[in-house]
């Protein structure tokens, strides 16, 4: 990786707290590199109180652009000047740009969802699916299936059924799709809506390190091998679930490449530029040991 910066080298960066386990660093420094880009990108540590000054000092400082992580995804929207419309839908923004002092946002998980799941659009459409979780990650997955994939229906599943409830609502009210099941997340009640959804997502933090013997569920006969089972942890990317849904002969698609996907977006917003994404995908198995 290079090490010589100089007056005009743009800086780009990730906001969160905390954020020591980003892989973001490794990702967009790399593709800089790759395509010989005067670009850095550095991780922030920031707490939610100081969001609003850190935000003033990225305009002081012409920061080309940055990442948005938990847990100021939400909180971020009410102070940019513009937001996208996905977004804006979704509630939720991962990624600025500092255009000459105007911040705009944008939810680049869309695109990361989109183009992990791209390759089975058919399968998907029309059929009934399930997503686990209520949180940022699942209201993209939601937003994503419903813009692009038609599902038939959405098993909305959730530890807490409250929030899974809510989801129901808002993306009634945003979107009008009206045909959920939420439930909560309870394995032994579950085998059956899993066995009938041709695709199961997980949006929890279930299984991610270090509690990574945890599965959203154990019970192998959930799965068959005509599904999809999307997992977005991405560390490890191996989950106890994708290993699960595999050995039932499942199709199983690992967080990893969202993760890229949802960079690559990022970095063309950044730098007018594509980020080569299949070698990038390709370094980052290797660093992270896959
Ligand atoms: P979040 O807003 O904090 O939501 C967390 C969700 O996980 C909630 O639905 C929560 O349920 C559930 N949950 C947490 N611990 C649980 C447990 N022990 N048992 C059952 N459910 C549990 O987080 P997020 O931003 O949506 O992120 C969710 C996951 O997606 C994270 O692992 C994140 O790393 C991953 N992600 C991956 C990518 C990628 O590019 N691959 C991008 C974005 C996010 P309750 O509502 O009951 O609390």
């Known amino acids: 990786m290079k090490n010589t910066y100089h007056l005009n080298t743009k800086l780009t960066g990730l906001i ?32 939610p109180s100081n969001l609003r000054t850190v935000l003033k000092g990225i305009v002081g400082l012409s920061i080309r652009g940055f990442n948005v992580t938990i847990p100021h995804k939400e909180n971020i929207m009410q102070l940019l000047n513009e937001v996208s419309d996905e977004a804006s839908i979704i509630g939720a923004v991962n990624t600025v740009v500092n255009d000459l002092g ?5 939810n680049t998980d869309v695109d990361g969802i989109y183009e992990t799941l791209q390759p089975y659009k058919e399968e998907i459409s029309g059929n009934e699916i399930s997503v686990v979780g209520a949180g940022g990650a699942a209201r993209a997955v939601i937003y994503t299936l419903i813009r692009h994939f038609k599902p038939s229906k959405i098993n909305l599943i959730n530890r807490t059924e409250q929030r899974a409830e809510s ?29 009938n959804s041709k695709l199961i997502v997980n949006a929890t933090s279930v299984g991610m390190f270090p509690e990574s013997d945890d599965s959203i569920t154990s019970l192998h006969d959930s799965f068959t091998k005509e599904q999809i ?23 199983t698609l690992d967080g990893l490449k969202m993760l890229v996907y949802q960079a690559a977006k990022s970095f063309e917003l950044w730098t007018g530029e594509s980020m080569p994404v299949e070698q990038i995908y390709k370094s980052l198995q290797l660093y992270v040991g896959n």
């Open 102 to 106: 105007k911040l705009h946002g944008y």
């Open 167 to 195: 989801l129901k609502n808002y993306f009634y009210d945003k979107m009008k799709y009206d045909s959920f099941m939420t439930k909560e997340l309870f394995p032994p009640q579950l085998v059956d809506v899993f066995k």
């Open 229 to 251: 089972v999307f997992d977005l942890v991405y560390n490890p990317s191996q989950t106890q679930l994708l290993k699960l849904a595999a050995a039932q002969g499942a199709v």
């Open 16 to 47: 969160g707290h905390p954020i020591k386990h980003s892989y973001s660093p490794f990702i967009h420094n790399i593709a800089f590199d790759l395509k010989k880009l005067d670009f850095i990108y550095l991780s922030f540590d920031v707490t």
